[in-house]
């Protein structure tokens, strides 16, 4: 185990690589960085309060005046730039997520690859920001739509993707004409300070509007400034259920706009067909990756009865060997829980479960690991339940997968759809007509519905959210862009008379 003076020099080593000057927090507010590598802080950095959101969202507002009307293309090539930044500093942002929430190396380093494949997708975007022509019904005129961007994006993100998701909504943002305001968990300060570090650079380097960007670090209590504020047009906003029922009203109430990202209580079906050595893989990466602190985290396994006990035997035996430790080290795959509440909400989840009939078959142990006591490591835990308890439809953010037998494809639907999250689902089945009856309407009602992989492993191509009280919004790819967007519909008349539309007449 790195001591925690190596964490925290190694942490400052690479904020000053992205060009952070981390100046004493002084008298004001104050964010403390913790690893959950080992329980210790790592640095302290200054942090605004609700009037310094306010004023943040003023600035923003002023550069957005500005900033929407710089042509498209212009705008992509700003985002085109920061890609390649980004690329330059891949190492560095990789650690940093890598001591602020416990990722081992290849899934750190794969958020950070995430950043610059929004990057891309976001300067091809630049280009298609396309509206519809309609044909009219009235002689010499023209219908169509045009996209417009709507203002200020406030943008709120959690600790376990502290840079991907933040990076789908405000590539996209900033290409759509939008400024963006961010605040960040209070759990991972330094990714936001070296993210914005490096956008601030490209930002100055293109000539652009200094505060179509702001970084607003910040604890939890300041976070309704930004929500309740007149001029922020768009929330996006991720993390639980219960923030997104507190979020969601209030943005509503003053009539703006929010694209919610929130709980997953995802399943996997797996038929009598499956290949269970692919099942296996998928399942125990969707389940285990990360800890289990995945929004998209597999956390239910629907099986057929002919084959879940050699599914829960072949599961309990990967659990059982999974290198738990340092993420740090080449050779781990799962590292910590972000803190002491995450391991009391699974110890509490499981005692549940198993008080519901359900039978712990492996995992669920505290790990120690040397010179970490602070830190909350724990072996996957598998529990087979006889049925879908109260326990089971909440979401734990906790490496917990419960699995429970079915009978009939329509009652394996049935278990999958019946939680009330609705984000990612999947079936491991080699027969087209159980496969397409998952992905039809009378299927899985989840907004990612997947065919032989796991829930988790979204890619930046595609919409990505859920629905129900997963929040109902779309982020990433597709069309998603048209959540920072306002839509009008336009009439044009190139002819001499003026007819009415219905056949209307006020002569």
């Given at each position: 185990?790195?001591?925690?003076?190596?964490?925290?020099?190694?942490?400052?080593?690479?904020?000053?690589?992205?060009?952070?000057?981390?100046?004493?927090?002084?008298?004001?507010?104050?964010?403390?960085?913790?690893?959950?590598?080992?329980?210790?802080?790592?640095?302290?950095?200054?942090?605004?309060?609700?009037?310094?959101?306010?004023?943040?969202?003023?600035?923003?507002?002023?550069?957005?005046?500005?900033?929407?009307?710089?042509?498209?293309?212009?705008?992509?090539?700003?985002?085109?730039?920061?890609?390649?930044?980004?690329?330059?500093?891949?190492?560095?942002?990789?650690?940093?997520?890598?001591?602020?929430?416990?990722?081992?190396?290849?899934?750190?380093?794969?958020?950070?690859?995430?950043?610059?494949?929004?990057?891309?997708?976001?300067?091809?975007?630049?280009?298609?920001?396309?509206?519809?022509?309609?044909?009219?019904?009235?002689?010499?005129?023209?219908?169509?739509?045009?996209?417009?961007?709507?203002?200020?994006?406030?943008?709120?993100?959690?600790?376990?993707?502290?840079?991907?998701?933040?990076?789908?909504?405000?590539?996209?943002?900033?290409?759509?004409?939008?400024?963006?305001?961010?605040?960040?968990?209070?759990?991972?300060?330094?990714?936001?300070?070296?993210?914005?570090?490096?956008?601030?650079?490209?930002?100055?380097?293109?000539?652009?509007?200094?505060?179509?960007?702001?970084?607003?670090?910040?604890?939890?209590?300041?976070?309704?400034?930004?929500?309740?504020?007149?001029?922020?047009?768009?929330?996006?906003?991720?993390?639980?259920?219960?923030?997104?029922?507190?979020?969601?009203?209030?943005?509503?109430?003053?009539?703006?706009?929010?694209?919610?990202?929130?709980?997953?209580?995802?399943?996997?079906?797996?038929?009598?067909?499956?290949?269970?050595?692919?099942?296996v893989r998928g399942i125990v990466f969707a389940a285990a990756g990360t800890a289990g602190q995945r929004c998209t985290s597999l956390r239910r396994v629907i099986a057929h009865e002919s084959v879940v006990d050699d599914l829960v035997a072949r599961v309990a035996d990967v659990y059982a060997r999974l290198r738990i430790g340092d993420p740090i080290a080449d050779d781990v795959l799962v590292g910590p829980l972000i803190d002491a509440g995450s391991f009391e909400r699974m110890q509490a989840s499981i005692a549940e479960a198993v008080a519901a009939g359900g039978t712990l078959v492996v995992g669920g142990e505290r790990v120690e690991v040397a010179g970490a006591p602070d830190a909350y490591y724990v072996r996957p835990a598998l529990v087979r339940m006889p049925e879908q308890a109260d326990v089971v439809r909440r979401e734990t953010f906790a490496p917990i997968l419960y699995v429970m037998s079915y009978d009939t494809l329509d009652h394996a639907i049935a278990l999958q759809n019946g939680v009330p999250q609705g984000l990612s689902s999947s079936i491991f089945t080699l027969d087209q007509r159980e496969a397409e009856t998952f992905m039809s309407s009378a299927g899985s009602d989840c907004g990612i519905v997947n065919v032989n992989i796991g829930t988790s492993g979204a890619e930046i191509g595609g919409a990505f959210g859920g629905e129900k009280t997963t929040g109902g919004g779309r982020e990433s790819g597709s069309d998603a862009w048209r959540g920072y967007m306002r839509r009008a519909t336009n009439t044009v008349n190139y002819s001499h008379d003026l007819p009415l539309a219905q056949g209307v007449s006020f002569e």
């Open positions: 185990m790195t001591s925690s003076a190596s964490l925290a020099d190694q942490s400052l080593r690479a904020l000053t690589a992205c060009g952070v000057d981390l100046a004493p927090a002084g008298t004001g507010a104050t964010v403390t960085s913790r690893s959950p590598i080992d329980g210790s802080d790592l640095l302290t950095v200054p942090a605004l309060d609700a009037a310094g959101i306010d004023a943040a969202v003023a600035r923003a507002h002023e550069a957005f005046l500005t900033w929407r009307s710089v042509p498209a293309p212009l705008r992509g090539h700003l985002i085109r730039t920061f890609g390649r930044k980004l690329e330059e500093h891949k190492e560095d942002l990789a650690d940093l997520v890598q001591l602020e929430v416990g990722k081992i190396r290849s899934e750190a380093l794969g958020e950070v690859q995430e950043m610059i494949d929004i990057c891309d997708f976001a300067l091809g975007l630049s280009r298609q920001l396309e509206g519809r022509t309609m044909p009219s019904e009235r002689p010499g005129h023209r219908l169509m739509e045009t996209w417009h961007p709507r203002g200020v994006v406030g943008v709120i993100s959690a600790f376990n993707f502290p840079v991907a998701v933040w990076a789908w909504n405000t590539t996209i943002a900033l290409v759509c004409g939008n400024s963006v305001v961010w605040k960040p968990s209070e759990r991972t300060p330094l990714t936001a300070l070296a993210c914005s570090a490096l956008l601030g650079q490209v930002i100055a380097e293109e000539g652009a509007p200094a505060d179509i960007h702001i970084l607003a670090v910040a604890e939890r209590d300041a976070g309704p400034a930004l929500v309740d504020h007149p001029l922020a047009a768009v929330i996006s906003a991720t993390g639980s259920e219960r923030m997104g029922a507190e979020v969601g009203p209030r943005v509503a109430a003053r009539f703006g706009h929010s694209i919610l990202e929130l709980g997953g209580n995802n399943a996997a079906i797996v038929a009598p067909s499956a290949d269970l050595d692919l099942a």
